[in-house]
């Protein structure tokens, strides 16, 4: 069975700091990785995901993640956050192998960007 | 491209009352799979269908039923509904090439 933990419900950085936020998984076997960004009252947004190929990954609005298979961790980072990206995010797997499509998430993290 | 659509976007029910919930997926996007999204347990998955037949399901009573019509379109069903049924019901759909998700704005379900 798969797992995502992500550690932190809330992360507070200050306009123009760096992102960091964390996803550790678990999976059986090569995982599909992928981060998604939540607005309030909106679906999920797909930010970035990992397929097997690079295992660094660039996204939408200038966040990436790096896969590292050793630490089984696939945290999101950003540069300079801006005010905008304040949302919650969700760290997702998909078993690469299961032929069906089913993502497992973890629990979230609200990012808050103080001025 | 038209995104993915959630239709009613809101709705509130009575306990014991039955509700239906339709979601159209991207065009040309064969595999739609339903999430139920609750303060207290998240994103959980409900199933997926893909050419109209489901290939997965979540561990949900099976009050919870779903069905994929040949030009993709799905819809869930919840019947006898609860109070703990009261949540945002995500839909999504599947570009099978990149096994990239893309959901649409959700349903928010209000069982009184």
């Known amino acids: 069975a798969q797992s995502v933990t992500q550690l932190g419900s809330h992360v507070s950085v200050s306009e123009g700091a760096l992102v960091l936020l964390r996803c550790n998984y678990s999976s059986s076997v090569p995982p599909y990785l992928f981060w998604y960004v939540q607005y309030p009252n909106q679906g999920l947004q797909l930010l970035l995901k990992y397929t097997s190929a690079a295992t660094l990954v660039k996204g939408i609005n200038d966040f990436e993640a790096e896969f590292k298979k050793s630490e089984t961790s696939f945290h999101l980072t950003k540069p300079s956050a801006h005010m905008s990206d304040a949302a919650e995010y969700f760290c997702?797997?998909?078993?690469?192998?299961?032929?069906?499509?089913?993502?497992?998430f973890g629990k979230g993290t609200k990012l808050s960007v103080i001025p | 491209k038209a995104g993915v659509t959630q239709t009613p976007r809101y709705l509130i029910k009575t306990r014991g009352q039955q509700v239906t919930l339709s979601c159209s997926p991207i065009s040309g996007h064969r595999s739609v799979s339903w999430y139920q999204q609750t303060p207290g347990q998240g994103l959980q998955f409900l199933f997926e269908?893909?050419?109209?037949?489901?290939?997965n399901k979540g561990n949900f009573p099976g009050r919870f039923s779903g069905r994929q019509f040949s030009n993709s379109r799905s819809e869930m069903n919840v019947s006898t509904l609860e109070l703990g049924d009261s949540a945002l019901y995500l839909c999504?759909?599947?570009?099978?090439?990149?096994?990239?998700?893309?959901f649409g704005p959700g349903t928010r379900l209000t069982v009184t």
């Open positions: 997702a797997v998909s078993d690469s192998g299961a032929g069906s499509y089913q993502l497992t």
């Open positions: 269908y893909f050419s109209e037949t489901q290939r």
């Open positions: 999504a759909s599947t570009r099978t090439d990149s096994y990239e998700q893309y």
